[in-house]
């Protein structure tokens, strides 16, 4: 040999860090956005099914999130009985019957609503302005507003009042027997119809994913043998295939998040009051977080697939 | 009981009793299919035993998990027939790496200091700028051989290092894993020429269809065992 190689020393803590960092920089970051770069036609349908994917489970979210809303909103209302009452009914008679209702230990609480007021409601709900418009009498009767304290008495409050004299016979009530369970019903067949078409896409874009990180690992293969054989840590080996997964589903997410954003707000600007009653509770906020969560997702996703495929493919 | 590796109903290596002194040059010879590889394979913790403890350097190879392994790695180097050289980078690039992906703590300057000391070590110095495609395949070897020594392990490896090179480089790189165990590094190679284990009177194991058939220590000449059979 023609000379003896001595193990150097090692450099101060802050320099050491500065070390560390821009060999982990250049053989982590660096070295997988080259291969990646390098090797994106491969990737492009892992990208693109990945990009349907978080598109979908986006919108599929907001529209969870405004069922959700109106679920809530619609617990709220079932449990709350408008009794209409007669417009010819006297004083006398409503009062009396407010005080029947509120002496009911089932009963919260009771509102009264003029005509005057229930026309005002009204002229603010989408659609039923034209109708208002298209007569000249007030059509829409007083009523007492019944917060009942469990969803299950509106019934046997409805029994209580109906016949009352002061109540209109003709429509006294809005109560809807089994309405409030066709909602729940419709709401959990969509659940369960959007989770399962989302756990399908889902191991669709995980497969397509993982099999071009696969590609990847044997396009690398020498570089990946030559670091295994001399030593270089596990998470050194696969650290470049996870940011390339990473970067994959990271750029997937914030093409879908862009969409997914430009779309709600679009939504939001043209369907203006009416969007609010069809998607409750979705506002621009809403839909800047839905974009956020839909990139972070991404991310994961194509970390969480990379990783699958290196514990498959990349075994020491 | 020895080491035994196998596939299947397939039995690589038996019963394998063998230890290895620091600073020795041992060669492991035998036909193909012998079982060389294999028991390489095994010290590299590449594969694990079916049955039998492997050690290095004090460490339990066939029992060492995966997260392990790395370890292990760094305290043996390895030598392959077809030099196994990443034709991206240069030669003291290709040194250079095998530093820095196992220890990033190691700054550019420091890798290339040691990684030129290493080339010049095998006698190419002035090289250092040359990419693989560049260099003979004598010249290729011995960045492989600087590259398996840069980090000073124990134990060097060589798989038929001189299986692709002609006579007079072969010797050249049979003196240089000779300098390398002179510096205190243990040097195991398996190989199939002849004429190399003869003049170099060294240690020579012989395996036959996976056992370990002779024991020949260094200094002494005999016939190969494994002749016979080949």
Avoid at chain 1, 2 to 11: E, L
Avoid at chain 1, 178 to 183: L, S, T
Avoid at chain 2, 8 to 15: C, H, K, M, N, Q
Avoid at chain 2, 85 to 112: C, G, K, M, W, Y
Wanted: glycine share 10%; charged share 20%; net charge neutral.
């Amino acid at each position: 040999m023609g000379s003896v190689v001595i193990k150097g020393r090692f450099p101060g803590r802050r320099r050491l860090l500065v070390v560390v960092m821009r060999n982990a920089g250049r053989y982590l970051f660096q070295g997988a956005l080259r291969n990646w770069l390098r090797n994106l036609g491969g990737t492009a349908p892992a990208l693109g099914s990945m990009t349907l994917l978080l598109l979908l489970s986006g919108l599929v979210g907001m529209s969870g999130f405004a069922m959700r809303n109106l679920a809530v909103s619609e617990a709220h209302d079932a449990s709350l009985l408008h009794v209409y009452l007669r417009d010819d009914a006297a004083d006398d008679q409503i009062t009396a019957l407010r005080a029947r209702i509120e002496a009911d230990h089932r009963v919260a609480s009771v509102g009264y609503t003029t005509k005057a007021e229930a026309l005002a409601r009204a002229q603010r709900r989408p659609g039923l302005p034209e109708l208002v418009d298209a007569t000249d009498s007030n059509p829409f009767p007083a009523s007492l507003d019944v917060q009942v304290k469990q969803v299950s008495d509106v019934g046997a409050i409805d029994a209580l009042v109906r016949d009352d004299p002061a109540v209109d016979p003709g429509y006294p009530t809005s109560y809807d027997r089994g309405a409030y369970q066709r909602i729940q019903q419709v709401m959990l067949g969509a659940a369960i119809a959007g989770a399962a078409f989302l756990l399908l896409l889902g191991f669709v874009a995980v497969t397509v994913t993982a099999n071009s990180i696969r590609s990847a690992i044997h396009a690398r293969r020498d570089e990946v043998t030559i670091m295994q054989l001399v030593g270089a840590p596990r998470w050194m080996v696969r650290g470049p295939f996870v940011i390339e997964g990473a970067l994959t589903g990271g750029l997937a997410g914030l093409l879908a998040g862009i969409v997914t954003l430009l779309i709600s707000l679009a939504l939001i600007a043209a369907g203006a009051g009416s969007f609010a009653q069809v998607a409750p509770g979705v506002t621009v906020e809403v839909a800047v977080v839905a974009a956020l969560l839909v990139f972070a997702v991404g991310i994961a996703l194509g970390s969480g697939s990379s990783l699958f495929s290196l514990r498959r493919h990349l075994e020491s | 009981m020895g080491v035994t590796r196998s596939y299947g109903s397939r039995v690589a290596v038996e019963d394998i009793h063998l230890g290895l002194d620091p600073g020795e040059l041992v060669f492991l010879v035998g036909p193909s299919g012998a079982g060389k590889t294999t028991l390489l394979k095994l010290i590299n913790r590449e594969i694990r035993p079916t049955c039998g403890e492997v050690w290095v350097d004090g460490m339990p190879a066939h029992e060492l998990s995966a997260a392990k392994v790395a370890e292990l790695r760094r305290r043996v180097g390895v030598v392959f027939q077809d030099y196994k050289l990443l034709p991206r980078l240069t030669a003291l690039e290709n040194v250079a790496f095998a530093l820095q992906v196992t220890d990033l703590r190691i700054s550019d300057e420091e890798a290339r200091d040691r990684g030129l000391d290493a080339l010049e070590a095998v006698g190419l110095g002035d090289r250092g700028d040359a990419f693989p495609h560049q260099l003979s395949g004598g010249q290729q070897q011995r960045v492989a051989v600087a590259r398996a020594v840069v980090s000073q392990p124990p134990l060097l490896i060589a798989d038929e290092p001189t299986g692709n090179l002609d006579v007079e480089t072969a010797w050249q790189i049979t003196d240089l894993l000779e300098d390398i165990a002179n510096f205190g590094t243990t040097v195991l190679v398996a190989t199939h020429n002849v004429e190399i284990v003869k003049r170099m009177q060294r240690r020579v194991l012989t395996l036959v269809d996976g056992r370990l058939v002779r024991d020949q220590p260094a200094g002494r000449v005999g016939r190969l065992a494994w002749a016979a059979w080949s």
